[in-house]
């Protein structure tokens, strides 16, 4: 996929449709010094406002594709999410990671 994203030495894959792995942009995240347990995406995407978010996207935006998509096993297993939800994960971590996003 283009347009590679590496935020602290952390490559942030993409899957098939171009959406971001929410795991990468957490290890970066922690990289960057968030804690690892107040800031998982787990938390993250079961927040009231991430859920209102994703509500949003899948009902108003033409994405074509599902805004947030979990892969179980395999190499690319993770949960990668679209763009404006990378962006909100980002604000939600920190202003200063955001920033680096």
């Not at 030495?9 to 990289?31: C, F, Q, T």
Request: glycine share 8%.
């Amino acid at each position: 996929m283009n347009n590679l994203m590496v935020i602290d030495g952390i490559e942030v894959r993409r899957d098939a449709y171009g959406r971001y792995s929410l795991n990468d942009l957490h290890r970066a995240a922690v990289a960057s010094g968030a804690n690892a347990r107040t800031k998982e995406p787990g938390k993250f995407l079961s927040s009231q406002q991430t859920v209102e978010l994703v509500h949003e996207l899948t009902n108003t935006q033409n994405l074509g594709v599902d805004p947030v998509s979990v892969i179980h096993g395999g190499n690319e297993r993770g949960t990668y999410v679209c763009k404006e939800l990378v962006y909100a994960y980002a604000m939600w971590i920190s202003p200063s990671f955001h920033l680096k996003v």
